[in-house]
């Protein structure tokens, strides 16, 4: 059975970092493309990143990145470990959300950030920035 744990959240002052990380198993990760996800109450669960799985070349870039977070945030994977790790630098208050991990079978990740191409998803793990 699919199975995604995240770790790392916390509290952290405004232009802080954090790092997340996420560990999945009983999928075919290698194959398989992850993304990071966040929800603040009241509103719908938005992408933040995304990374392809499978063979990697120099000609495309395996991350994506939606604008709020590009410049900011890192995404990457170890598919030894069987993790995804999201790197967020200079965290500000807006950053501010319970931050999900998800998977999807496909080494290529969809163009849009959409949770609904996800089928697989941790429990959430809450990320504070304080000003």
């Known amino acids: 059975m699919p199975q995604v744990v995240e770790s790392g959240g916390g509290s952290v002052q405004a232009g802080g970092s954090l790092r997340l990380s996420c560990k999945a198993s009983?999928?075919?990760?290698?194959?398989?493309?992850l993304g990071w996800f966040r929800q603040v109450p009241g509103k719908e669960r938005e992408g933040v990143a995304l990374?392809?799985?499978?063979?990697?070349?120099?000609?495309?870039?395996?991350?994506t990145y939606s604008d709020s977070v590009k410049g900011r945030f890192t995404i990457s994977r170890d598919n030894v470990k069987r993790t995804v790790d999201l790197e967020m630098n200079r965290l500000r208050s807006e950053d501010t959300a319970v931050y999900y991990c998800?998977?999807?079978?496909?080494?290529?990740?969809?163009?849009?950030?959409?949770?609904?191409?996800?089928?697989?998803w941790g429990q959430g793990t809450q990320v504070t920035v304080s000003s």
């Open positions: 009983g999928i075919t990760f290698y194959y398989s493309c």
């Open positions: 998800a998977a999807r079978s496909g080494d290529l990740c969809p163009s849009e950030l959409d949770p609904k191409d996800f089928n697989f």
């Open positions: 990374i392809d799985g499978g063979i990697t070349t120099e000609y495309k870039d395996p991350a």
